[in-house]
């Protein structure tokens, strides 16, 4: 199972013919995701698009090892995936934060967890604390903190673990527009130093062809899919602000909205539906 | 509101109802029928003001108070402390394995629905008309309110945040530590208020019931040879006594709570 694809390196996640499907209260299966292959090199930024309730984030939780798939295998650096996995950081779309414990702690706790003396836990707290612009609001609680700078200590706290892979949940969902734009350069370039493997869920069109290198359309569930799957050739490092006013970032702009439309359409047209399934 | 002008107004209140009973306590309304004049609060019945807190202050300047309020006091904190573990303790144990707790489900709400007062009597059968009989009456009322709080509060955690700590790589003994102990502790410390004011209830009703020392002794002696003025002073230490352990209780509560969201105000 660890051969090399065509002599590349092995992908760093590798999801195999995975579905999922629920039992529903009362008898019967939801099948929420049809069996479907991701695959993320290492080193490649890739965003997973599609319309709300589709089942992007089920896919990034099978990833994550939070969730078993219903059938087929998750790979993760060609080994297969059994727990949780230890090599993943995952940034959340709701705060994830412990209340209870400063920025600071927040961010050490994932070293201390594996051993890391508390002393060298709060100083690399602190340094990339720095890094996410927060230096001087280690000591605050989650609560004293906004939300855009809540995220930055979630982006501190899975970084400074420093996961061979970014999980992402639609991170930056919740904020306002000039928030979210702040917090997507940030991202961008802290993943330039360093270029993990990335999945990143979003139902944010143009937020996945500023951010990545290739873009996968999923449509709209029961029995979702990935309809579409677009390289992103616009130039690196980019400049989020800039790059969405190249010619290229609208012809892609088109090409993906045509594939995504109807499925969002479906989405709506499916709405009722859909809530009932999910209440 | 200004805090002044809010003082004030609280004090005011105590000031007409204090008023209010010393007029009527001794100004008589007018002569009755057998030609004894009439009061609305006859003193026999109700004292007056002046009476109570010269009664008060005699209690404390003769020093006979002390002896009680320090048994009241060591049987509620008593109660409190093995309440407050054993609620603790079951608590979360019920919380982390959902079989114990759907076993012992009906039989949790059948004790919590007895009230605590039938139990008096047979705690002084069983355990003596000394000091622990009130304790284990008032550990009988703490534990259940923590015990609900601490059940609660780690069933309660968010599920994301669980999911975060996990992927930071919490295992099962570091999650309790640093996701479910905190989060239990802060329903203990919500509900402290009233797990501490009921360590005080279950140790007044207990000594009212029947013992040899303690403020619901006081109050049940008074009561016993219809001295209104003992009753009387007897209920404003116990008033003054719960104000200030509740004092104590916030001035406790307060660095522990710090990261918790408070209301924030615009200042001027």
């Not at chain 1, 999922?20 to 997973?48: H, I, K, N, S």
């Not at chain 1, 599609?50 to 993760?76: D, Q, R």
């Not at chain 1, 705060?95 to 051993?115: H, S």
């Given at each position: 199972m660890t051969q090399p694809m065509n002599g590349a390196?092995?992908?760093?996640v590798q999801l195999n013919s995975v579905s999922v499907a629920y039992g529903l209260t009362g008898g019967g299966r939801y099948?929420?995701?049809?069996?479907v292959d991701v695959q993320v090199a290492d080193g490649e930024f890739v965003a997973v698009l599609g319309?709300?309730?589709?089942g992007k984030s089920t896919l990034l939780n099978i990833a994550a090892g939070l969730m078993p798939p219903s059938s087929g295998e998750s790979l993760i650096f060609g080994q297969r995936l059994q727990?949780?996995?230890?090599q993943a950081g995952y940034l959340f779309?709701?705060?994830?934060?412990?209340?209870?414990?400063t920025a600071r702690d927040n961010v050490a706790i994932g070293l201390e967890v594996r051993g890391t003396g508390r002393r060298d836990a709060l100083g690399a707290a602190d340094r990339i604390l720095a890094r996410v612009g927060l230096a001087s609001f280690g000591?605050?609680?989650?609560?004293?903190?906004s939300g855009g700078q809540k995220k930055r200590v979630a982006l501190a706290q899975v970084l400074v673990r420093e996961p061979k892979i970014l999980l992402m949940d639609e991170?930056?969902?919740?904020?306002?527009a000039q928030t979210r734009l702040i917090m997507s350069e940030l991202l961008l370039d802290l993943w330039q130093a360093d270029r993990k493997a990335v999945m990143f869920v979003t139902h944010d069109l143009d937020e996945a062809i500023a951010l990545s290198d290739r873009v996968l359309v999923m449509s709209a569930g029961?029995?979702?899919?990935?309809?579409g799957d677009f390289p992103i050739p616009l130039a690196?490092?980019?400049d989020i602000a800039e790059v969405r006013s190249e010619p290229e970032f609208h012809r892609l702009h088109a090409a993906i909205w045509n594939t995504l439309r109807d499925e969002v359409r479906k989405t709506y047209g499916l709405s009722n539906a859909a809530k009932e399934i999910r209440a | 509101m200004s805090r002044p002008k809010l003082l004030f107004l609280q004090v005011m209140v105590a000031v007409v109802v204090l008023v209010f009973w010393h007029v009527f306590s001794t100004v008589p309304l007018g002569t009755g029928s057998d030609g004894k004049p009439y009061y609305l609060l006859p003193q026999f019945f109700f004292s007056t003001p002046l009476k109570v807190i010269e009664r008060v202050f005699l209690m404390f300047w003769e020093g006979t108070v002390y002896k009680h309020l320090m048994i009241t006091l060591t049987e509620a904190v008593l109660a409190f402390v093995i309440g407050a573990t054993a609620g603790v303790l079951i608590g979360f144990w019920f919380a982390r394995k959902p079989l114990v707790a759907a076993v012992f489900d009906p039989y949790v709400k059948m004790m919590n629905a007895l009230?605590?007062?039938?139990l008096a009597p047979i705690f002084a059968l069983w355990f003596?008309?000394?000091i622990w009989s009130k304790v284990w009456l008032g550990v009988t009322l703490v534990f259940f309110i923590v015990f609900f709080n601490v059940y609660q509060g780690v069933r309660e955690v968010s599920p994301v945040v669980l999911s975060n700590a996990r992927m930071l790589g919490m295992n099962e003994r570091q999650l309790l530590r640093h996701v479910y102990w905190p989060a239990a502790l802060s329903w203990v410390f919500s509900s402290l208020h009233t797990s501490v004011g009921f360590a005080v209830v279950g140790a007044v009703v207990g000594e009212y019931l029947?013992?040899?020392?303690?403020l619901g002794y006081l109050i049940h002696q008074a009561e016993g040879v219809f001295d209104v003025t003992g009753v009387f002073a007897g209920m404003v230490i116990l008033m003054i006594f719960v104000m200030v352990i509740d004092f104590c209780v916030t001035l406790i509560e307060k660095p522990l709570l710090v990261w918790r969201p408070t209301e924030t105000r615009t200042v001027q």
């Amino acid at each position: 199972m660890t051969q090399p694809m065509n002599g590349a390196a092995v992908p760093a996640v590798q999801l195999n013919s995975v579905s999922v499907a629920y039992g529903l209260t009362g008898g019967g299966r939801y099948e929420a995701v049809q069996p479907v292959d991701v695959q993320v090199a290492d080193g490649e930024f890739v965003a997973v698009l599609g319309p709300t309730g589709c089942g992007k984030s089920t896919l990034l939780n099978i990833a994550a090892g939070l969730m078993p798939p219903s059938s087929g295998e998750s790979l993760i650096f060609g080994q297969r995936l059994q727990g949780l996995n230890t090599q993943a950081g995952y940034l959340f779309q709701q705060d994830a934060l412990m209340p209870w414990k400063t920025a600071r702690d927040n961010v050490a706790i994932g070293l201390e967890v594996r051993g890391t003396g508390r002393r060298d836990a709060l100083g690399a707290a602190d340094r990339i604390l720095a890094r996410v612009g927060l230096a001087s609001f280690g000591d605050r609680y989650p609560h004293q903190l906004s939300g855009g700078q809540k995220k930055r200590v979630a982006l501190a706290q899975v970084l400074v673990r420093e996961p061979k892979i970014l999980l992402m949940d639609e991170p930056f969902g919740p904020l306002d527009a000039q928030t979210r734009l702040i917090m997507s350069e940030l991202l961008l370039d802290l993943w330039q130093a360093d270029r993990k493997a990335v999945m990143f869920v979003t139902h944010d069109l143009d937020e996945a062809i500023a951010l990545s290198d290739r873009v996968l359309v999923m449509s709209a569930g029961p029995r979702a899919s990935i309809i579409g799957d677009f390289p992103i050739p616009l130039a690196r490092p980019r400049d989020i602000a800039e790059v969405r006013s190249e010619p290229e970032f609208h012809r892609l702009h088109a090409a993906i909205w045509n594939t995504l439309r109807d499925e969002v359409r479906k989405t709506y047209g499916l709405s009722n539906a859909a809530k009932e399934i999910r209440a | 509101m200004s805090r002044p002008k809010l003082l004030f107004l609280q004090v005011m209140v105590a000031v007409v109802v204090l008023v209010f009973w010393h007029v009527f306590s001794t100004v008589p309304l007018g002569t009755g029928s057998d030609g004894k004049p009439y009061y609305l609060l006859p003193q026999f019945f109700f004292s007056t003001p002046l009476k109570v807190i010269e009664r008060v202050f005699l209690m404390f300047w003769e020093g006979t108070v002390y002896k009680h309020l320090m048994i009241t006091l060591t049987e509620a904190v008593l109660a409190f402390v093995i309440g407050a573990t054993a609620g603790v303790l079951i608590g979360f144990w019920f919380a982390r394995k959902p079989l114990v707790a759907a076993v012992f489900d009906p039989y949790v709400k059948m004790m919590n629905a007895l009230p605590r007062v039938v139990l008096a009597p047979i705690f002084a059968l069983w355990f003596g008309l000394g000091i622990w009989s009130k304790v284990w009456l008032g550990v009988t009322l703490v534990f259940f309110i923590v015990f609900f709080n601490v059940y609660q509060g780690v069933r309660e955690v968010s599920p994301v945040v669980l999911s975060n700590a996990r992927m930071l790589g919490m295992n099962e003994r570091q999650l309790l530590r640093h996701v479910y102990w905190p989060a239990a502790l802060s329903w203990v410390f919500s509900s402290l208020h009233t797990s501490v004011g009921f360590a005080v209830v279950g140790a007044v009703v207990g000594e009212y019931l029947g013992s040899s020392a303690g403020l619901g002794y006081l109050i049940h002696q008074a009561e016993g040879v219809f001295d209104v003025t003992g009753v009387f002073a007897g209920m404003v230490i116990l008033m003054i006594f719960v104000m200030v352990i509740d004092f104590c209780v916030t001035l406790i509560e307060k660095p522990l709570l710090v990261w918790r969201p408070t209301e924030t105000r615009t200042v001027q």
